[in-house]
């Protein structure tokens, strides 16, 4: 026999009488106390340090759990193991078992996110694609639980072992709460801390399920393609506008440009024609009174009057079963195209005997991307 054969022999038959666990790690969350072979003898000592839970384990069997303290291992202190191993009138004799040592701090600034776009149908932009990351922070509620559905036959479990488990799990549960709030797109970045709270709720039960308690749960940025966040704002800056007078700014401003644009002749006819336009829109002068008597139309240099400017056409529209209007066609198709209103909206001019979708009346169906053409002769 080799000096080292009678060492291992001699350690072997050396009896355990401390059992404890120093963390000099800061990503340890279960270790296994190596004894070597050896035995753990009867009276020996149990230390358990505050933010650990220790875990007896009987050949595959969940045991005895300590929480901190210092113990003596008598049958007193054990009765479950002492029910696995047969002890009926107690022991003095060493006996071996597994001892886990659970980890139960709180393991704070946890990251998570998308790995890939969660699609979302949204009423007025379609389908869209956002992206989100955050933090969560969890610990170990159920040490016996984890050991056994986690943890296994582990010697020394880690914080990363557990981590792709737990944001898969978060990332899941994540599409399926963003999917049923149904919420406007933008207001999915504008209310991220009520659906953090939202989210922690829904998850709960599933970090539980395995003996986890999720502590925290933050959600720092949800995201979006850059051209639907322009799109978005845009819509958002229309919303707050009153489209009538909107319009009206913009025909001033055009006014103004045609007017300082070195064109002449060409340039001041544009203007002319669309301040016409302008006073049509802005108070109906078709038939001005100044101190309560007519105003003269000019006349041309033949002496003949010249025809009225014809009347621009109002529409009313009507939006969640309320009438909307009156527009003038342009003004029409800018909230066709800002998605106020679609092709199924109800519309009336004067003329109309009824209030008729939009794709079906002739002039507005230029607003769906082209006019229908008419039958081919027979």
Same mark, same amino acid.
């Given at each position: ?5 009678? /060492? ?23 270790? +296994? ?12 000592? %149990? ?5 650990? $839970? ?15 303290? $210092? ?23 060493? &006996?071996?078992?597994?001892?886990? &040592?659970?980890? $139960? ?14 699609? @979302? ?5 379609? %389908? ?11 610990? !170990?509620?159920?040490? *016996? ?6 943890? =296994? ?16 799990? /978060? ?6 709460? #963003? =999917?049923?709030?149904? @919420? ?26 395995? *003996?986890?308690?999720?502590? +925290? ?19 958002? +800056?229309?919303?707050? %506008?009153? @489209? ?26 544009? =203007? ?10 802005? *108070? ?10 007519? !105003? ?22 009507? !939006? ?40 079906? #009346? ?6 769906? =991307? ?9």
């Amino acid at each position: 026999m080799g000096i080292f054969d009678t /060492i291992k022999e001699k350690l072997s038959n050396e009896f355990i009488d401390i059992v404890e666990w120093l963390d000099y790690t800061d990503d340890t969350i279960a270790h +296994r106390f190596e004894r070597y072979q050896n035995e753990i003898k009867n009276g020996a000592k %149990l230390i358990v340090r505050e933010g650990q $839970t220790a875990v007896f384990v009987n050949e595959g069997q969940l045991a005895d759990v300590f929480e901190p303290g $210092t113990y003596d291992l008598t049958t007193q202190n054990l009765p479950i193991l002492s029910t696995l191993k047969g002890w009926k009138y107690g022991f003095n004799s060493p &006996f071996k078992a597994e001892v886990y &040592f659970v980890n $139960t701090t709180l393991f704070t600034d946890e990251k998570w996110g998308t790995k890939n776009p969660i699609t @979302l149908s949204d009423e007025r932009f379609g %389908l869209v694609e956002i992206r989100a990351f955050g933090t969560y922070a969890f610990k !170990v509620s159920d040490a *016996g639980k984890f050991i056994v559905d986690i943890v =296994g036959t582990d010697n020394n479990f880690t914080n990363f072992e557990i981590n792709e488990h737990l944001k898969s799990l /978060i990332a899941t549960r994540f599409t399926d709460t #963003v =999917g049923e709030a149904n @919420l406007p797109i933008e207001l999915y970045a504008a209310n991220t801390s009520e659906l953090s709270e939202t989210c922690q709720e829904v998850m709960q039960p599933e970090f539980e399920s395995v *003996g986890i308690s999720l502590e +925290r749960f933050y959600i720092e940025n949800v995201s979006m393609p850059e051209d639907l966040k322009k799109e978005i704002f845009e819509y958002s +800056r229309i919303d707050k %506008l009153d @489209l009538d007078k909107l319009t009206k700014f913009k025909t001033a401003k055009a006014i103004e440009a045609a007017a300082a644009n070195e064109g002449g002749t060409a340039g001041a006819g544009m =203007g002319m024609g669309m301040g016409f336009v302008l006073a049509q829109q802005m *108070g109906g002068m078709m038939t001005p009174q100044m101190g309560g008597q007519q !105003v003269q139309a000019p006349m041309n240099q033949g002496g003949m009057m010249p025809p009225p400017m014809p009347a621009a056409v109002q529409y009313f529209y009507a !939006v969640n079963n309320t009438q909307q209007g009156p527009v003038s066609i342009e003004q029409l198709k800018g909230l066709f195209a800002n998605r106020t209103i679609n092709k199924e909206t109800l519309v009336w001019k004067q003329g109309m005997s009824a209030w008729t979708a939009l794709q079906e #009346v002739e002039e507005l169906k230029s607003f769906l =991307g082209g006019s229908t053409p008419p039958p081919l002769p027979a």
